[in-house]
């Protein structure tokens, strides 16, 4: 079973040579940590930066240079800053080749719901509309199930939605899944993990075709 830095590794699998990628909140901004060596990645943050790197060392902070989480970030050489409206510009212009985000929820036909539990205070969708909306490849990190271990694959999300049909790939603690037309398609499992564990925890359909290997982190 793997822990969020483990899931952060397994989709930093993901990004490949010349990728822009965009880090959501949670999960996903662990990824720059772990792109693999050799490769050049530019990472987007919605609120206006080209260029991340990983965090900062604790001391090495710069309040003024954050993400869309509102966490520390570094930035890499010839980094750039630039206001909402370019930064919109780039995900709505289909200039982002991947898109990594958390979930609350994935249904096995691909919605996402990931900005709202009815009943609590958000401040907004935030950009995460706008991501789901243009992007042609997103890839969720999340966990396989909520704290009381009820299955966060479904076959229909039951909160508010903030995308239809737009996930390809969902990386959990347990598994790693493509969404197809037939429902989630596992791909790989995590250390530890058996097939009978991740269909014990999937509410959505689940393919199983052949041995699935195990994850390599």
């Not at 249904?107 to 900005?115: R, S």
């Amino acid at each position: 079973m793997l822990d969020k830095v483990g899931i952060a590794k397994r989709i930093a699998q993901e990004v490949k040579d010349g990728y822009y990628v965009n880090l959501g909140i949670g999960i996903p901004t662990l990824v720059a940590n772990y792109v693999p060596d050799g490769l050049e990645v530019e990472f987007q943050s919605e609120n206006g930066v080209l260029g991340m790197g990983p965090f900062p060392f604790e001391g090495d902070e710069d309040p003024d240079v954050i993400n869309a989480g509102k966490q520390t970030i570094t930035t890499l050489p010839g980094a750039s800053f630039f206001n909402s409206a370019t930064s919109f510009g780039m995900i709505r212009g289909q200039h982002v080749d991947l898109t990594i985000l958390g979930a609350m929820e994935v249904a096995e036909n691909g919605d996402i719901a990931n900005w709202k539990i009815p009943g609590k205070m958000v401040k907004g969708m935030g950009g995460a509309m706008d991501l789901v909306a243009s992007a042609e490849n997103i890839i969720v990190a999340m966990m396989h199930t909520n704290r009381a271990g009820v299955s966060k694959l479904l076959k229909e999300c039951t909160l508010p939605l903030t995308g239809v049909n737009c996930i390809t790939k969902v990386v959990t603690n347990l598994s790693v899944l493509e969404i197809t037309d037939q429902g989630f398609k596992l791909l790989e499992r995590a250390p530890g993990v058996s097939v009978d564990d991740i269909k014990a925890a999937t509410d959505g359909t689940l393919i199983v075709e052949g041995d699935i290997p195990e994850m390599v982190i």
